[in-house]
């Protein structure tokens, strides 16, 4: 148990919609980061956040949005879905000021759009 | 554009005998280099990593080993165990570019037999 939080665990909506996935960081982590693993590809970055700040972005499409919290917690927002969202959603956090500590990572939230 | 490579996607390897799993990288900006291992339906789990100021990294049955030159880093783990078996994925940051976001490979799907 890598002590990150994600839910739900699985999610099943249709093209059009809009969904949020949750994070809860390891105690004391102030860093959280967001990936994607579609299929044939291995994990994508997609953002990070420190302490409630956007600290980084990868390739978010404009569709996407997140946000941290002031209790650290953070959500990912997904609008306008497409078919090709389908994917795993994982959820990392690290700690300390640097921010260059190995990231834990969630069980991961799986979306299916139909 | 990928920067971190596995090119091997699939290993076998004997129980009691030793698994290597390698990674190359293109961007020489990287200097923090990571191994995850990853089971169906789980989060990656952080194993071993290793700083570009080292060669070498030691923790139990695992060793990570980097030539800068080559840019090139392996995972040795001796001995194999049935319940190593899994994907390993390597990472690397790029700080000067993206921050603390990690760059993945596709990963290695490493299938010890007994």
């Known amino acids: 148990d890598s002590g990150v939080t994600q839910t739900p665990k699985h999610l099943i909506t249709a093209t059009g919609q809009r969904v949020t996935l949750r994070c809860s960081p390891r105690s004391g982590d102030l860093s959280v980061y967001w990936y994607q693993q579609s299929l044939d590809q291995g994990l994508q970055f997609l953002i990070q956040?420190?302490?409630?700040?956007?600290?980084a972005k990868g390739n978010i499409l404009e569709r996407f949005s997140a946000q941290q919290f002031p209790d650290l917690h953070s959500e990912l927002n997904l609008s306008s879905l497409e078919l090709g969202d389908s994917a795993l959603y994982f959820c990392?956090?690290?700690?300390?000021?640097?921010?260059?500590?190995?990231?834990?990572f969630g069980p991961g939230t799986r979306l299916t759009v139909l | 554009d990928q920067q971190v490579k596995q090119n091997s996607p699939s290993l076998s390897v004997q129980e009691g005998r030793i698994s290597i799993l390698n990674c190359d990288y293109t961007?020489?900006?990287?200097?923090?280099f990571l191994w995850y291992k990853k089971y169906p339906a789980e989060g990656p789990t952080f194993l071993i990593s290793i700083s570009s100021i080292k060669d070498k990294n030691e923790d139990g049955r695992f060793t990570v080993f980097l030539n800068k030159s080559a840019k090139h880093l392996s995972l040795h783990i001796v001995p194999s165990q049935p319940g190593d078996s899994a994907v390993y994925f390597c990472?690397?940051?790029?700080?000067?570019?993206?921050?603390?976001?990690?760059?993945f490979g596709k990963g290695t799907s490493l299938l010890v037999t007994p």
């Open positions: 990472a690397a940051y790029d700080l000067s570019n993206s921050g603390y976001a990690l760059n």
């Open positions: 961007n020489s900006m990287f200097d923090y």
């Open positions: 990392a956090s690290s700690g300390g000021r640097s921010g260059r500590n190995e990231q834990f």
């Open positions: 956040y420190y302490n409630g700040e956007e600290r």
